[in-house]
Each structure stands twice: as structure tokens, then as C-alpha cells.
Nanobody, 121 residues
Framework: QLVESGGRWVQAGAYLTLSCAAS????????MGWFRQTPAEERSFVAA????????QYSDSVKGRFTISRDDVRNVVTLQMTSLKVEDTAVYYC????????????????WGKGTRLTVSS
């Protein structure tokens, strides 16, 4: 089970950290990713971190502003977000995959229910 937390309303330019707590199994062997979705758009890739923690991947829209990290002892994945923009407004989902190298939702087998971020100007 994956449970996201941390989403809330913030103003543009703010920073915020989302967390994803995993239970039921250890995440150390999984690629962990963050996706986001708005009512008008399909779920899209935000960031991913390999099971080893040595490799990360970001979408162009968040590169340089967001940082994904993991703590396999605590079974937690975090997404640090800075310089938030109105267009970052979305429901953010945590997901787990058994593979690395694909950034589409279909590659992720396990999903949380999401946490909502609203960024206002």
C-alpha cells in the first residue's frame, strides 16, 4: 500500500515536500515514481528514482525544481518541490514499478490514491 501526504494549497514560488509511505513490503527493489494529473489531462510523469537510489529521472517541466529521494529503511519516498508554479497544480500520485527506464503510468503496478496540490498566483 502506498499513501501520499503533504499536498495542500500554496502560493506560487513556495516550496513543499510530498511524502509517500509504503507498507506491506519493502520498496528497496522497486523503482519509485511520482505522477500528477489534472481534470483536463492524463496522468503524467513527474519523477522517478531507481531501487538503488543512484539514478533519478525528471520530466522537463520540473527538472531543476523538484527532487525525488528515498529512504528504504523507513520505506518512504519524498518529492521536494521548489519554485512552485500555478501549472504544478494537480493531484500527485506515488507509484512503484519493478522496472527502470520507462516513464509511463502503465509501467507502474502499484499506486497510491493521491494528494492534491494547489498553487495559486
Amino acid at each position: 500500500q502506498l499513501v501520499e501526504s503533504g499536498g495542500r494549497w500554496v502560493q506560487a514560488g513556495a516550496y513543499l515536500t510530498l511524502s509517500c509511505a509504503a507498507s506491506g513490503r519493502n520498496i528497496s527493489n522497486y523503482t519509485m515514481g511520482w505522477f500528477r494529473q489534472t481534470p483536463a489531462e492524463e496522468r503524467s510523469f513527474v519523477a522517478a528514482i531507481k531501487g538503488s537510489g543512484l539514478s533519478t529521472q525528471y520530466s522537463d517541466s520540473v527538472k531543476g525544481r523538484f527532487t525525488i529521494s528515498r529512504d528504504d529503511v523507513r520505506n518512504v519516498v519524498t518529492l521536494q518541490m521548489t519554485s512552485l508554479k500555478v501549472e504544478d497544480t494537480a493531484v500527485y500520485y506515488c507509484a512503484a514499478s519493478g522496472t527502470w527506464g520507462e516513464w509511463t503510468p502503465r509501467q507502474y503496478a502499484y499506486w497510491g490514491k493521491g494528494t492534491r496540490l494547489t498553487v495559486s498566483s
